[in-house]
T-cell receptor, first 112, second 113 residues
Framework: DAGITQSPRYKITETGRQVTLMCHQT?????MFWYRQDLGHGLRLIYY???????DKGEVPDGYVVSRSKTENFPLTLESATRSQTSVYFC???????????FGSGTRLTVV | GDSVTQMEGPVTLSEEAFLTINCTYT??????LFWYVQYPGEGLQLLLK?????DKGSNKGFEATYRKETTSFHLEKGSVQVSDSAVYFC????????????FGKGTSLLVTP
């Protein structure tokens, strides 16, 4: 199916564990983004990518790692999860700024 | 740096009332401006956009005009419905940040029958 999909939809993990959130889009959009959504903060940019093998930090990158070896995939890894990383994570993609962005359904991550 | 400021909610309106959600921005150059809507338990959906000054974005009865002189992009709807209850986010993007969206904190809207 065409679109942008995130997996898993829900995840509970323990402090200190590594966890990877997946994001896959079928349009071959150049730009992809990871945001986290927290009450009182709205959405904050973690990392973004302008093309395969090109990534850059956003507003809150500490504790996160991304890679983009293929245009359609943009996984986000928490190297050693902390409770402050409990959040809802959204992936998005875009061809250019003029077309707006399409968001995935989100991953709700709880770190215990 | 760039920033977006939205009026704080929650906003509670009766059905058929007029809606205004204020949004102002700070950015150099000529950003594109967006309104996104998030229904409970869902991701964000693009509601409308404007890419240059004086452009008016519109969709589903919602409108917003890109006002460069006042650096504003206020969202309006003439008659809200219960189904419009959601969180609304104003956002901007610029080329030099890889077109990443910079969001306001969101405004929660509750429409009562």
């Amino acid at each position: 199916d065409a679109g942008i999909t995130q997996s898993p939809r829900y995840k509970i993990t323990e402090t200190g564990r590594q966890v990877t959130l997946m994001c896959h889009q079928t349009w071959s959009h150049s730009y992809m983004f990871w945001y986290r959504q927290d009450l009182g903060h709205g959405l904050r940019l973690i990392y973004y990518s302008a093309a395969a093998d090109i990534t850059d930090k956003g507003e809150v990158p500490d504790g996160y790692v991304v890679s983009r070896s293929k245009t359609e995939n943009f996984p986000l890894t928490l190297e050693s999860a902390t409770r402050s990383q409990t959040s809802v994570y959204f992936c998005a993609s875009s061809e250019t700024q003029g077309y707006g962005y399409t968001f995935g359904s989100g991953t709700r991550l709880t770190v215990v | 740096g760039d920033s977006v400021t939205q009026m704080e909610g929650p906003v509670t309106l009766s059905e058929e009332a007029f809606l205004t959600i204020n949004c102002t921005y700070t950015a150099t150059g000529y950003p594109s401006l967006f309104w996104y809507v998030q229904y409970p338990g869902e991701g964000l959906q693009l509601l409308l956009k404007a890419t240059k000054a004086d452009d008016k974005g519109s969709n589903k009865g919602f409108e917003a005009t890109y006002r460069k002189e006042t650096t504003s992009f206020h969202l309006e709807k003439g008659s809200v419905q219960v189904s419009d209850s959601a969180v609304y986010f104003c956002a901007l993007s610029r080329e030099n940040s890889g077109y990443a969206l910079n969001f306001g904190k969101g405004t929660s809207l509750l429409v009562t029958p």
